[in-house]
């Protein structure tokens, strides 16, 4: 069993007992290691913006607003990360990733996922879709349909589906009203 877990803040390899236990991630362990938690605890967050330009928690450099994402909990309004060292993680690991991402949004795991998917028969379970056919020059996956109320998992749809319906509110009366507006005007 690998002991070892890479830590997000200082970007190193530690033991799995340098982190702190955490339940909600997919392997237990807090993210950051428990020396750069405690030193981000006691430093404020870099909200210090001048000529439109804000550091980097990762690489240092000071760089242009538009180098970040927007982050309306942050104090400064702005991701802590730039862009481009965020996406270093992404493109590390994109599996681990998206392995983090199913759990901490929806509490499944990747093959939760794969077997919803198979019992879908790799299909949107709207349109009829099939995962395979929405590759963009990358993996794209169907999305994870749930209910916003009970936080239950309906299906996987694709993307246009998915906004789809919930720009119509999860509500079927509205549904059904777009089918006749439609038929309507056929």
């Not at 405690?38 to 870099?46: F, G, V």
């Not at 942050?74 to 996406?87: I, L, M």
């Not at 963009?136 to 993307?159: N, P, Q």
Request: hydrophobic residues 25%; contains cysteine.
């Amino acid at each position: 069993m690998n002991n070892l877990k890479f830590c997000r803040s200082c970007e190193k390899d530690k033991s799995i007992y340098e982190f702190y236990k955490k339940g909600e991630y997919a392997d237990g362990r807090y993210p950051r290691c428990i020396e750069c938690v405690k030193r981000k605890i006691y430093l404020p967050e870099k909200t210090l913006i001048i000529d439109n330009k804000k550091q980097c928690t990762k690489c240092n450099e000071f760089k242009n607003l538009s180098f970040f994402s927007k982050r309306i909990n942050r104090k400064s309004g702005f991701q802590s990360s730039c862009k481009k060292c965020k996406n270093k993680l992404v493109k590390r690991d994109p599996k681990k990733t998206r392995e983090i991402s199913l759990y901490k949004s929806y509490n499944i795991s990747s093959l939760d996922f794969e077997n919803i998917l198979a019992s879908q028969n790799n299909k949107c379970a709207i349109c009829g879709i099939d995962q395979n056919s929405l590759k963009d020059g990358k993996k794209k996956y169907l999305c994870v349909d749930h209910c916003h109320i009970t936080g239950s998992i309906r299906g996987l749809l694709c993307d246009k589906c998915n906004r789809g319906i919930g720009l119509l509110g999860d509500n079927i009366d509205n549904l059904f009203n777009a089918i006749d507006y439609l038929k309507k005007y056929k």
